[in-house]
């Protein structure tokens, strides 16, 4: 065995993170590099994938450098990844014909309607487990080719090489030696059959993009090559979308585990096992990861606006200046004086999935203050999760507990709100950076750090738990009151 040491690379919506993991299975030392925001108009979100590049490889670089480890220290390197953002490169220059296209763009709606209006979602619903939504990657590729010139010639010629984030960093940091992805990050395409673990032709033509060059998909443990930095190499032997590499590094490896990462967005899982679930309405089905080539199956809710919405009312609107002021904030007021925000500023997710939405506060009084307003931002965030929940139960798969991480679970308020609205009770994980764990605990079984499953289970014991308390009456007058907010911002219904 080389070293017990563990780099993960968490490449998150808004910055690019490396985390030292010791044999104990936390961080040791971190280094977040932020990247730009790109929003070149409503609805369109982008990021420089030279940019993130760059910083994936100097966040490596200065966390070996600053560690003071001796070389051979490191046994090996993962990468967790935002997924659903698309990367198109043409192959001879190596260079992007456009900006990343970010998860939350919307310009693929078009293409997605199209699809709709053929009749051909429900046949790509049961190839792919998703619906023909532009959260997905398929839709922006078809814009993509249709409007950008480079990306058309170098389609035409062969050479538009195409992924998600995570084939990008490998493509690079493998010195063009290794261009792949894993059966999790491509089953968030459209373009992928979760069942044979394939790409589909029929899927590519349905959105126009015969001839492209995608990564070939294998499982998450897979060997994805040697990763060249300044001075050393490592190799990669973990690649996951991030909300997978979550629900693995909250232990969720047996069937009936759910998890809630909270971040720019939120992902609410649930492992289903090695067979392809069917998902209820509103509800998506993944590859929830691959090990010892074996698929295990997701349902998933994904929730466009979590901290984002939080980012918004403090950044943008000046209404807090930590996580501590909105916590106590909150707390002071008995509730949020009959006011619900609800985030719809790129469209709204899971279970609802309403594209063209946008955002709305309502039931502002004269009274209404900036405490009822942060209030309603931290209620949003865990009313969202709840009609994940519920859409699940209503399927027939309800959760028993839920596995919670990411920033926002350091919120005390929001946790108890949750456990409370949900009526289930939350596990807070021992790590706020849980993507990156799970990244580190699937490259490190590969590198032997770790023995196996029952040993990181071990090491992922949760720091708090939060018990339902709020009764069920008032439980339910305060979903009245969201369903109502929702359906004011969807339909205009009073």
Not at 154 to 161: E, H, S, V
Not at 204 to 211: D, S
Request: proline letters at 5%; glycine letters at 12%.
């Amino acid at each position: 065995m080389s070293g017990p040491y563990v780099i993960a690379v968490d490449q998150s919506t808004s910055a690019t993170k490396a985390f030292l993991f010791g044999p104990d299975g936390r961080p040791l030392r971190s280094i977040s590099l932020a990247h730009e925001q790109v929003y070149p108009q409503p609805g369109w979100v982008e990021h420089d994938p030279m940019a993130i590049l760059a910083n994936t490889r100097v966040a490596v670089e200065s966390l070996a450098r600053e560690s003071g480890l001796p070389a051979g220290a490191v046994a090996v390197l993962g990468i967790a990844n935002q997924r659903e953002t698309v990367v198109a490169w043409d192959s001879e220059s190596g260079l992007p014909v456009y900006n990343a296209l970010v998860w939350q763009d919307e310009r693929g709606a078009p293409y997605c309607d199209r699809v709709k209006a053929l009749g051909a979602e429900p046949g790509l619903r049961r190839k792919t487990g998703l619906l023909a939504d532009t959260n997905f990657s398929a839709g922006k590729l078809a814009w993509l080719v249709e409007n950008v010139e480079a990306a058309r010639s170098a389609l035409r010629a062969g050479r538009l090489m195409c992924g998600t984030i995570d084939s990008w960093l490998v493509w690079n940091l493998t010195e063009r030696e290794v261009f792949a992805t894993d059966w999790s990050n491509a089953s968030r395409t459209l373009l992928f059959d979760i069942g044979k673990l394939r790409w589909d032709d029929e899927l590519l033509g349905l959105f126009g993009l015969e001839g492209l060059r995608l990564p070939p998909a294998q499982a998450s443990d897979s060997d994805f090559g040697l990763a060249r930095f300044e001075g050393f190499t490592l190799p990669i032997r973990a690649v996951m979308g991030d909300s997978h590499a979550a629900l693995y590094g909250q232990a969720g490896f047996e069937a009936g585990s759910a998890k809630a990462t909270y971040g720019t967005g939120s992902s609410v899982m649930l492992n289903c096992g090695y067979e392809v679930p069917l998902p209820p309405p509103g509800i998506v089905a993944s590859v929830g990861f691959g090990r010892r080539g074996r698929a295990n199956y997701v349902l998933e809710g994904n929730i466009r606006s979590s901290g984002d919405t939080l980012r918004w009312v403090g950044e943008d609107l000046g209404l807090f200046t930590s996580v501590a002021e909105a916590e106590a904030m909150a707390a002071a007021i008995g509730d949020s004086g009959g006011v619900y925000l609800v985030p719809a500023f790129s469209g709204m997710g899971a279970p609802h999935w309403v594209q063209g939405a946008r955002a709305s506060i309502t039931g502002i009084s004269r009274s209404t203050g900036r405490a009822q307003i942060v209030r309603a931002a931290l209620e949003s965030v865990a009313y969202q999760v709840r009609d994940v929940a519920a859409a699940m139960a209503a399927g027939g798969a309800g959760l028993r507990e839920l596995r919670v991480d990411g920033g926002p679970t350091d919120n005390r308020f929001l946790m108890r709100f949750q456990a409370d609205i949900l009526g289930a009770p939350l596990r807070v994980a021992s790590v706020t950076d849980v993507s990156a764990r799970g990244a580190a605990f699937m490259a490190g079984l590969g590198a032997s750090v770790w023995k196996d499953e029952a040993e990181l289970a071990s090491l992922a014991a949760p720091a708090v738990e939060y018990a339902p308390a709020m009764p069920e009456r008032e439980r339910e007058a305060l979903l009245r009151g969201w369903e109502a907010a929702l359906a004011r911002t969807f339909f205009g219904i009073d």
